[in-house]
């Protein structure tokens, strides 16, 4: 939860949310390219990050794994969700 509230790209966010309330109107007009206008942008960069992420834990599972019927099982994902 820590992290969640401290990485730098949500430290900015919510700042500039926190920054926009305390502001009222004018602040929130100011605001807008960092609130509204960019989060499809954002959102689309923490999907990708995500996608990475899953695609990465599938790898290691697979490399990590003993039991050669759930290691196929776990390429085969791996493949389908990368694309190779």
Not at 22 to 40: C, H, L, N, Q, R
């Amino acid at each position: 939860m820590h992290e969640a509230f401290t990485d730098g790209a949500h430290l900015l966010l919510i700042g500039s949310l926190i920054i926009g309330y305390i502001t009222g109107e004018d602040g929130k007009t100011m605001m807008g390219p960092f609130t509204a206008e960019i989060f499809k942008g954002i959102l689309a960069f923490f999907l990708l990050e995500m996608g990475l992420l899953v695609a990465r834990q599938l790898r290691e599972a697979a490399l990590a794994e003993d039991d050669p019927v759930l290691r196929e099982r776990l390429w085969e994902e791996y493949r389908k969700y990368s694309g190779n």
